[in-house]
């Protein structure tokens, strides 16, 4: 069974760092993965997607990465701002065909500090 | 567009007491999802769709029924609430399940009493 972990569960950070995101999974055949944000009572906003033959996404201030053979990806945020704080989500689609269920970690609490 | 919109926005429901969650997508998607999200676990998939008139379950299906009948509607139904449906539905749309991505509505809080 696909589990899929975010560490830390909660990150605090000054305006204009760059930081890093964590999200690990356990079974490496995946066919994407992708990373959402969630404002507080709000739905997902897809940020990116990554599909398996791919090692990186970029899009504006964002770069995520994947490492599919260690199970890793991660989501570079360069030059924080407070409009980044948010909860943040990976989730990961199975490589089996027809299979339509994506895989989410719990996500990581994203605080910019102004 | 609105993109992706779900009515309503919140709910109380008894025990035992029936509704119809609507979701709508004004982004000819083909595929749609129903999803819970409760804290400690992540988003659950409900049940989905592949296209008009065809549903199917994900990982979390019992206590609940969908419908398809208008490819861009996807409704959720709960026949006999129970407490633990308490919970935040999300509804998403992909324009082809596997290489695009998801985009997701607001979601509806739900309480079962």
């Known amino acids: 069974k696909q589990e899929v972990t975010q560490i830390p569960a909660a990150l605090s950070v000054p305006e204009g760092e760059n930081l890093v995101l964590n999200c690990s999974f356990t079974?490496?055949?995946?066919?994407?993965l992708q990373w959402f944000r969630q404002d507080p009572g709000k739905g997902l906003t897809s940020l990116l997607l990554?599909?398996?033959?791919?090692r990186e996404q970029t899009s504006g201030r964002l770069n995520a990465s994947l490492d599919k053979s260690s199970g890793r990806s991660t989501l570079y945020i360069a030059a924080s701002q407070p409009g980044d704080s948010a909860t943040y989500l990976c989730a990961v689609r199975p490589n089996n065909f027809g299979n339509e269920k994506l895989t989410f970690g719990t996500g990581t609490r994203l605080t910019i500090i102004p | 567009n609105a993109g992706v919109t779900q009515t309503p926005k919140f709910r109380v429901l008894k025990t035992g007491q029936s509704m119809t969650l609507l979701c709508a997508q004004d982004?000819?998607?083909?595929?749609m999802y129903w999803y819970r999200q409760d804290p400690g676990m992540g988003l659950r998939l409900i049940h989905y769709s592949v296209g008009e008139g065809t549903t199917a379950k994900g990982e979390v299906p019992d206590g609940y029924n969908v419908s398809r009948l208008k490819k861009q509607n996807f409704l959720l139904g709960l026949e006999s609430a129970a407490p633990s449906q308490t919970s935040v539905y999300f509804c998403?749309?992909?324009?082809?399940?596997?290489?695009?991505?998801?985009?997701f509505g607001p979601g509806t809080r739900l309480t079962v009493l």
């Open positions: 990554i599909q398996s033959s791919q």
């Open positions: 982004m000819n998607h083909e595929y």
């Open positions: 079974d490496s055949a995946i066919y994407n």
């Open positions: 998403a749309s992909s324009p082809e399940g596997r290489t695009n991505e998801q985009f």
